[in-house]
């Protein structure tokens, strides 16, 4: 089997929880969340201009960057869509820090709300964390972002939102359980994700 066809679901013979897992880590991938972060903040916050704004911002933090790594996928550059190898991560990653600093750029040089952009700054500031740690130990992106979603959707739209943080420990466990990452790694990536994109989003919004 190449890099290039390395399914996204277990393999024949797969027990119910690992495929469970797999489930769980392809709903709730980085690129999914991006999105519904995008939307809500931009969608309730801003009403159908904001949505205008969502778009933008989520061609640029999640289309975009997701047509890469496909492209990658397919031939052989990467090992799987959400891109298991350390090393490869330090391709990836830089590539869609720069097309986030392009839908940076442009929302900015268009005239976005303050808060829209401050969502756009706290992804980049949370990827630049997850890169600066990923040159030396894989930890999970999932739990990052899901903790970053979470922690600016708490700021944006009311602590209630804070409900939705059990899904983070159910992202790490099905990391763990597909052998993806180690609890320690999906645990260090939560922490960094709430911490970076919370303190970014609260500070520039």
Do not use: Y
């Given at each position: ?50 949505l ?60 976005s ?88 989003f609260?500070?520039?919004?």
């Amino acid at each position: 089997m190449t890099l290039a066809t390395r399914p996204t679901t277990p393999p024949t013979g797969a027990t119910p929880r690992q495929r469970t897992a797999q489930r769980i880590t392809d709903i709730l991938e980085p690129k999914n969340v991006t999105l519904v972060l995008i939307a809500l903040i931009g969608g309730i916050n801003h009403g159908l201009p904001g949505l205008g704004w969502a778009l933008i911002a989520a061609l640029f933090c999640a289309v975009i960057p997701v047509l890469f790594i496909t492209h990658g996928v397919r031939r052989g550059r990467w090992s799987d869509r959400h891109v298991g190898k350390r090393k490869q991560r330090l391709t990836v990653i830089p590539w869609v820090m720069a097309s986030v600093v392009s839908g940076l750029l442009l929302m900015v040089l268009a005239g976005s709300p303050r808060e829209m952009t401050a969502m756009v700054l706290a992804m980049l500031t949370t990827l630049s964390a997850v890169l600066a740690i990923t040159a030396a130990w894989k930890i999970s992106a999932h739990t990052a972002v899901s903790s970053g979603a979470i922690a600016m959707l708490a700021t944006a739209l009311g602590p209630w939102w804070l409900m939705a943080c059990p899904l983070v420990p159910l992202i790490g466990w099905s990391r763990v359980t597909l052998d993806d990452h180690t609890t320690a790694q999906t645990v260090v990536g939560a922490l960094v994700g709430a911490l970076t994109a919370g303190a970014a989003f609260a500070v520039l919004r």
